[in-house]
């Protein structure tokens, strides 16, 4: 990808967090990038397609920082670095909620490729944790459990702002309730 391509997704990006997705124009777009519209058109054919770009890929940079922190730990320590990363996401200055459920409450049901590429990145997340409970008591639960416990915590901290306590409790109590599947199946 050329250097003014990357600067328009990256600007893009930035902006559509930052706001929203209906609410930045591509002329926006072209001013903070610095680029022409003529540029931004001949690498995006248009709004929809730098949409999917953006979330293709913020999705890659979201599994590769996330693999890279979970690294090589395996089941409940992994899953514990799981938690962790989303804490320190939470806890960022750019902080706006899930980008991708953004995209898809701005977007109209015939821009399918935006719900494909969201729904892609929730299945994925889903299925990395499945991966790191695979081993345990009560797998598909306690995945379960953990995948919604992370999306209530997106929604919980948009709104209310994050707060440690409530991390450090909202965790210990993940991790109890673990435990009790664990012990319940032995």
């Given at each position: 990808?050329?250097?003014?391509?990357?600067?328009?997704?990256?600007?893009?990006?930035?902006?559509?967090?930052?706001?929203?997705f209906?609410?930045?124009?591509?002329?926006?777009?072209?001013?903070?990038?610095?680029?022409?519209?003529?540029?931004?058109?001949?690498?995006?054919?248009?709004?929809?397609?730098?949409?999917?770009?953006?979330?293709?890929?913020?999705?890659?940079?979201?599994?590769?920082?996330?693999?890279?922190?979970?690294?090589?730990?395996?089941?409940?320590?992994?899953?514990?670095?799981?938690?962790?990363?989303?804490?320190?996401?939470?806890?960022?200055?750019?902080f706006?909620?899930?980008?991708?459920?953004?995209?898809?409450?701005?977007?109209?049901?015939?821009?399918?490729?935006?719900?494909?590429?969201?729904?892609?990145?929730?299945?994925?997340?889903?299925?990395?944790?499945?991966?790191?409970?695979?081993?345990?008591?009560?797998?598909?639960?306690?995945?379960?459990?953990?995948?919604?416990?992370?999306?209530?915590?997106?929604?919980?901290?948009?709104?209310?702002?994050?707060?440690?306590?409530?991390?450090?409790?909202?965790?210990?109590l993940?991790?109890?309730?673990?435990?009790?599947?664990?012990?319940?199946?032995?």
């Amino acid at each position: 990808m050329s250097k003014s391509a990357q600067k328009i997704l990256s600007t893009a990006e930035q902006l559509f967090n930052q706001h929203s997705f209906t609410g930045v124009g591509v002329d926006l777009i072209r001013d903070e990038s610095g680029c022409s519209k003529t540029t931004l058109y001949t690498h995006f054919k248009n709004k929809p397609q730098l949409v999917q770009e953006v979330l293709k890929s913020r999705d890659l940079r979201f599994r590769q920082s996330l693999m890279d922190y979970a690294a090589d730990a395996q089941g409940l320590d992994a899953l514990e670095r799981i938690y962790d990363w989303h804490m320190q996401w939470f806890q960022a200055d750019h902080f706006k909620g899930c980008l991708f459920v953004r995209a898809v409450s701005e977007s109209s049901a015939q821009e399918q490729e935006i719900h494909q590429i969201a729904k892609a990145h929730r299945l994925w997340l889903r299925g990395l944790i499945a991966q790191y409970t695979d081993e345990l008591d009560s797998a598909q639960e306690l995945s379960a459990i953990f995948y919604h416990q992370l999306e209530g915590l997106i929604s919980r901290f948009l709104v209310e702002g994050y707060d440690a306590e409530t991390a450090a409790h909202s965790k210990k109590l993940l991790f109890k309730m673990t435990a009790c599947f664990q012990n319940s199946a032995e």
